[in-house]
């Protein structure tokens, strides 16, 4: 799976490993060990920088070279909506469609490539995106817009009795925009019946900004509950995830997952 992210003014290319499986018959025989290695070699041929996975079982892939990447997320439970909170318009969609997908894509590209971290997203993966949001019954996306213009998206879904905000894209200085699709989302969570929210969203999204601001405190969740985000370095130009600033930096999006 290819997937190139932007850290700062570098662009960083990766192909990721979306899954690896053994015939019963086959296991503990060393075959899976053979094929990623062999897989590894290709990647490194075709001039990529790290290769990403997600796994349960990390000390599989550990002795391969691949090293644990946190990624926190964040929970805010005991759910209240201030009386003052600015109503705003706010779309739900359960489908795509055409309008939806060229807002989200406008809103993407105008703000969130500004954050490090941000997965490059070509037109392929833009289908793929959409594709996948429509097949699952279990998410949604809040549109806010003023006027027919589109300032802000969220794309959420449910996970067993909690909701988890898994994107949001907005302009890094529209507190209005932020503040009002959050409340609005916020609002809906307990209207809804849901009892926590949980934010999987980059430590530079404006959105901690304006929960501070706010006043609003999160716990951090208690990491052993995911699979945990992996990257093995496969440059030729030395191990580039050995950069301070890329390493704090890097984020992999929840919807962004393989």
């Known amino acids: 799976v290819r997937r190139?992210?932007?850290?700062?003014?570098?662009?960083?290319?990766?192909?990721?490993?979306?899954?690896?499986?053994?015939?019963?018959?086959?296991?503990?025989?060393?075959?899976?060990?053979?094929?990623?290695?062999?897989?590894?070699?290709?990647?490194?041929?075709?001039?990529?920088?790290?290769s990403p996975l997600f796994t349960d079982k990390p000390f599989i892939y550990e002795k391969l070279g691949w090293k644990i990447f946190p990624q926190k997320f964040w929970v805010l439970e005991d759910i209240e909506v201030p009386l003052n909170?600015?109503?705003?318009?706010?779309?739900?969609?359960?489908?795509?469609?055409?309008?939806?997908?060229?807002?989200?894509?406008?809103?993407?590209?105008?703000?969130?490539?500004l954050f490090p971290g941000s997965l490059k997203r070509d037109r392929e993966y833009w289908q793929e995106?959409?594709?996948?949001?429509?097949?699952?019954?279990?998410?949604?996306?809040?549109?806010?817009?003023e006027g027919n213009v589109a300032k802000a998206y969220a794309r959420i879904c449910q996970e067993k009795d909690d909701i988890l905000l898994g994107e949001m894209g907005v302009g890094k200085e529209d507190n209005e925009a932020i503040k009002g699709l959050f409340y609005y989302l916020l609002d809906w969570v307990k209207r809804s019946g849901f009892k926590k929210l949980v934010i999987s969203l980059p430590s530079s999204h404006p959105i901690f900004e304006f929960l501070k601001m706010e006043n609003i405190k999160l716990r951090e969740e208690n990491p052993d509950k995911r699979e945990v985000l992996m990257i093995r370095n496969i440059s030729s130009q030395g191990d580039v995830l050995r950069d301070k600033e890329i390493k704090s930096r890097f984020h992999w999006g929840y919807f962004d997952r393989f």
């Open 129 to 145: 995106y959409f594709r996948i949001f429509d097949v699952r019954d279990n998410e949604l996306f809040f549109l806010l817009q």
């Open 4 to 50: 190139d992210i932007y850290i700062g003014s570098k662009t960083l290319k990766g192909i990721g490993v979306a899954s690896v499986a053994t015939h019963p018959d086959y296991r503990r025989k060393g075959y899976a060990k053979m094929l990623l290695k062999e897989r590894l070699r290709d990647i490194f041929l075709k001039g990529s920088d790290f």
């Open 85 to 113: 909170a600015r109503k705003k318009k706010v779309e739900i969609f359960r489908n795509s469609t055409k309008t939806l997908m060229e807002k989200v894509k406008r809103i993407y590209q105008e703000n969130m490539l």
